[in-house]
């Protein structure tokens, strides 16, 4: 599976932004995907995830209520709607996705995931 990220870019604090994961294959639908990101001199953090029937998602705390993940199978695109963003969520924004276990479960960690896109950077200045 091949990801590639997009999206990113310079924003002030407070404003938006939409990250876009595009993936090849033929079988997107049966991928659970996650958004993760990593600041500078930090370790990659979880950010949010979506199960493969985009019924379920799951957010790590210090985002819920500002981002929102989301997924078009029919695109084999999952988004990640970013508002009222802060200094704090400069970073690297990575997505990933899980194509071997088929399972509709929330994924969180990692190591869970076995496809990573290159990363998109998101900048928010205060």
């Known amino acids: 599976v091949q990801l590639q990220a997009f999206g990113g870019g310079l924003v002030q604090a407070g404003g938006s932004l939409r990250l876009s994961c595009a993936a090849s294959g033929r079988t997107f639908s049966r991928y659970a995907m996650g958004w993760f990101r990593q600041a500078p001199g930090k370790e990659r953090e979880f950010v949010a995830a979506?199960?493969?029937?985009?019924?379920?998602?799951s957010y790590v705390n210090f985002v819920k209520g500002r981002l929102t993940i989301s997924r078009d199978n029919a695109k084999k695109t999952v988004f990640l709607q970013m508002n009222s963003l802060k200094p704090e969520d400069t970073a690297v924004y990575y997505c990933?996705?899980?194509?071997?276990?088929?399972?509709?479960?929330?994924?969180?960690?990692?190591?869970?995931?076995?496809?990573w896109g290159q990363g998109t950077l998101v900048t928010v200045s205060s």
């Open positions: 979506i199960s493969l029937s985009g019924l379920s998602t």
């Open positions: 990933a996705a899980d194509s071997r276990r088929y399972t509709n479960a929330i994924l969180t960690s990692a190591r869970q995931y076995d496809s």
